[in-house]
């Protein structure tokens, strides 16, 4: 099991928050460090000072680290066009030297859309404009080079591209797709993802959405043994009570309430939830970390949690 911090900017955070927390991702042992692409606080939060862009900080994140994973769970498909978005990927890969990822969805939160001027299509329209964004930004990397890329599709069209820049991963970067829909997103994945994230939910509705998806590998003709299976949900660690209470409260939850939804209690009590999410064959977990001041909970984390691992 690989454990991953995963961070929330739009909530309040700078860049040079989001590198404290990515070098002590790193110096601490974890495996990657990922962010959500958000452009709009949710809750009672401040949001200060204001929402940064996932790929221009991964960017800089990128020059600034040298071992871990980086990547978005995940980046709306509503937000970039898909040739600069494979173009800005791209980018981000060759400056980390090959190690970004992907997570690439259909966008939801329509407040943020309508707060910066972004279109917000319909669900099915958003799906298929997802699919089509899948298509062509996959295609566009492992297109080789001087061949030309083509797509006539129904939101896109793409006429005689050179299909540059590629990526340092050959053929392409880790593309993940997440989430619990019970009819595309299984099929989406089954096709394009090399990774499927279920965030934030329980054991048995995880274990449900692994099962679909394995149904749609074995119904595409995929071996299901080639798909990365992965689970996120807020943590919250403490050597105590009072400490556990202490990161709660900093957080605005219930110690209650996370040890029914997320991964809160002492190390031994998130040891042993992580376990109950490999046994249903997640292979990586998101740590999502809220308190982006709270180095100590990381060292906690990698020393109490991470070697049990």
């Known amino acids: 099991m690989l454990l991953r911090i995963f961070t929330e900017p739009q909530q309040g955070a700078s860049y040079d928050t989001l590198l404290r927390v990515a070098q002590a991702t790193e110096e601490c042992g974890f495996d990657a460090f990922f962010r959500s692409d958000h452009y709009l606080k949710m809750g009672d939060v401040s949001g200060l000072p204001g929402p940064s862009d996932a790929w221009i900080t991964l960017a800089g994140l990128a020059r600034e680290t040298r071992r871990i994973r980086l990547g978005t769970l995940v980046t709306a498909a509503t937000f970039r066009s898909p040739g600069p978005l494979a ?75 050179p299909a540059l820049p590629k990526p340092a991963q050959q053929p392409r970067p880790p593309v993940i797709i997440g989430g619990v829909g019970a009819k595309r997103t299984p099929r989406l994945a089954a096709r394009y993802a090399d990774e499927y994230n279920v965030p934030f939910n329980g054991l048995p509705e995880t274990e449900a959405a692994y ?99």
């Open 87 to 161: 173009i800005a990927v791209a980018n981000v890969d060759q400056m980390s030297g090959g190690r970004v990822e992907l997570g690439l969805g259909t966008g939801w939160f329509e407040e943020e859309h309508t707060a910066y001027g972004i279109p917000f299509p319909s669900l099915r329209e958003r799906f298929d404009r997802l699919e089509e964004q899948l298509q062509i930004v996959t295609g566009l990397w492992e297109k080789p080079i001087g061949k030309a890329f083509s797509f006539d599709g129904e939101y896109y069209q793409v006429a005689d591209s």
């Open 211 to 309: 099962e679909r998806v394995r149904a749609a590998c074995e119904q595409g003709g995929r071996a299901c043994q080639s798909m990365t299976f992965s689970a996120a949900q807020v943590v919250c660690c403490g050597r105590d009570e009072a400490e556990i209470a202490r990161r709660a409260a900093a957080i605005g939850r219930k110690v209650d309430e996370l040890r029914l939804n997320g991964l809160a209690g002492t190390p031994a009590e998130v040891v042993e939830k992580i376990g109950r999410f490999r046994e249903i064959g997640a292979e990586r977990m998101y740590l999502q970390v809220l308190d982006l001041d709270d180095l100590d909970h990381l060292e906690l984390i990698a020393s109490e949690v991470l070697p049990q691992m």
